[in-house]
């Protein structure tokens, strides 16, 4: 449903750029968010947000409260708020989850860097696994300890999950990266006239 349209465009021949740009412009003027009226409180805590995810890429959700409180800004208020900065793309704070609802991630970059070092690691940690990846394995991808303490590993673990790009398997001990499974084929041949057989086919 999110999906307005398609086009042909060409970057090397500029062809059509200037046409899907206008689109974009027209599309974005009537999503949900555009055009709401924000309170200068809820301003400040945005920009308090923005300039402390400068140095810091995750805190926890009571510590997004105090900062709220400064402003004036009640608990139910300040859950509404997160919803909207999270839909924007300026946080990441997943509400519906038991888990990750305590962490709120003030640089969302920081989170989808994570994501992209797994998926690079096909062609070296993860060769040859079709798929698997293993908790032992996250200290070879994430090498960076101080970018990436082991603390945060279930976080960034379950954010995957969230976005449905990756599902345990064992629990907190094997996973499944959708996107690093074999493209590859497979063709069996059935005997379809062998009454014992029993024939289904999955149509997606």
């Known amino acids: 449903p999110q999906i307005i349209d398609s086009f042909k465009v060409s970057c090397k021949m500029n062809i059509e750029i200037g046409h ?3 689109v974009i ?8 968010l555009m055009g709401m009226v924000w309170l200068s409180s809820w301003l400040n805590v945005r920009m308090e947000l923005e300039s402390l995810a400068k140095n810091t890429n ?5 510590e997004y409260q105090e900062i709220c409180r400064k402003y004036n800004i009640l608990p139910g208020e300040a859950l509404s708020l997160s919803k909207y900065l999270h839909d924007l793309g300026i946080i990441i704070n997943f509400q519906n989850d038991l888990f990750l609802r305590n962490n709120v991630i003030l640089n969302p970059e920081w989170g989808t860097n994570a994501v992209y070092k797994v998926l690079d690691a096909q062609d070296t940690v993860l060769k040859n696994r079709n798929g698997i990846l293993y908790y032992d394995d996250l200290p070879k ?8 303490p082991e603390d945060v590993y279930p976080i960034i673990l379950r954010l995957m999950e969230n976005f449905q790009l990756s599902f345990e398997v064992n629990r907190n001990q094997e996973y499944l990266v959708a996107e690093l499974l074999e493209n ?3 063709v069996n041949e ?5 009454k014992q057989i029993l024939n289904f086919q999955y149509n997606y």
């Open 20 to 22: 899907l740009r206008n």
């Open 25 to 32: 412009k027209e599309e974005t003027t009537k999503l949900p």
């Open 58 to 62: 995750m805190i926890t959700y009571k």
């Open 141 to 148: 991808i994430w090498r960076d300890s101080t970018e990436y």
């Open 184 to 186: 590859e084929e497979v």
């Open 190 to 194: 059935l005997d379809l006239d062998n």
